[in-house]
């Protein structure tokens, strides 16, 4: 029994002893030797419940001091190697930091292009071809029932006024048409804008020829241009005069210039969120081809 407990102080003694000098590491140890120490440490967590065991079954007084020390070591034991890992993780080189964000808007681009019909990848292609703008029924409602009413009121307005006209004035009160133009002038833009609303615009880019295709229904209407060779799609307003369905503002749309130098704008009535998809889009097909 006497030997037993005898080598149980020593393997404790031996336990702490090994345990001493990782309290007090020194400073700029190398990787390999924090390494070292955690598996020390790890080793001496391994071994520590049955030491402790141990321990509890000697009684002689000089006994219980080693105990206790061995107990306190033990509880230590976690945040000591806590200390070494946390050293361990400074000293390593980090690896490649990867741009979450980017990736996830990335991924979900690729996700509507897909739902859209528009190519992910347009290296290789041909041509490239894309729906740029879809029907927008409530602002083709909106817009054809104030151009209906204006229309129709303007037209009766005339027809009264000129008929009046024409009795005391003769052909004289045809020049009234000239006044009233103003006002058919915007009432035909507002039927055009309805016209524009209810049409799915689509593109074809062959090379540097681009077809802009809407179709509403059977009726297609095709404007077919030749672009210039330096030109690049970039997002927008439109010189052309592309106004907004709420109100006298502006649109945005995807610009491009032809082979005469004019402005091409198509895409005015998708997001503005598309709009950038549509023009990067276009422009690595075209990159592709030089």
């Avoid at 020593?10 to 336990?15: F, K, L, P, S």
């Avoid at 615009?201 to 060779?229: A, H, M, N, Q």
């Amino acid at each position: 029994m006497e030997q037993d407990a005898q080598k149980t102080r020593d393997d404790a003694n031996i336990w702490l002893a090994r345990l001493s000098p990782l309290l007090s590491p020194k400073p700029g140890l190398s990787q390999d030797e924090v390494e070292k120490n955690i598996n020390t440490l790890r080793s001496l967590q391994s071994e520590a419940s049955d030491l402790q065991y141990r321990l509890g079954s000697l009684w002689e007084p000089g006994d219980m001091e080693l105990s206790n020390t061995f107990g306190n070591a033990v509880t230590q034991l976690p945040s000591i190697e806590a200390d070494f890992r946390t050293r361990l993780a400074s000293q390593r080189v980090p690896g490649p930091r990867v741009d979450l964000d980017s990736i996830q808007e990335r991924l979900a681009e690729r996700e509507a292009q897909q739902e859209l019909g528009i190519p992910t990848s347009v290296h290789n292609a041909l041509s490239l071809k894309m729906q740029t703008s879809p029907r927008n029924f409530g602002a083709a409602i909106g817009v054809g029932i104030f151009a209906l009413g204006w229309n129709a009121f303007t037209l009766m307005h005339a027809v009264l006024m000129i008929g009046g006209m024409w009795k005391a004035m003769g052909p004289v009160a045809l020049f009234l048409l000239l006044f009233y133009a103003i006002f058919f002038g915007a009432g035909f833009a507002m039927t055009w804008a309805t016209i524009e609303a209810l049409s799915v615009e689509e593109i074809e880019l062959t090379g540097r020829s681009l077809v802009i295709k809407k179709t509403i229904g059977k009726w297609v209407r095709t404007k077919v241009i030749e672009l210039d060779p330096e030109t690049r799609a970039v997002v927008g307003v439109a010189q052309t005069g592309i106004r907004s369905e709420n109100k006298n503002v502006p649109q945005r749309a995807v610009l491009m210039t032809d082979a005469k130098g004019k402005e091409v704008a198509f895409g005015a009535g998708s997001t503005q969120e598309m709009k950038t998809r549509i023009a990067r889009q276009v422009n690595e097909y075209l990159g592709a081809r030089v």
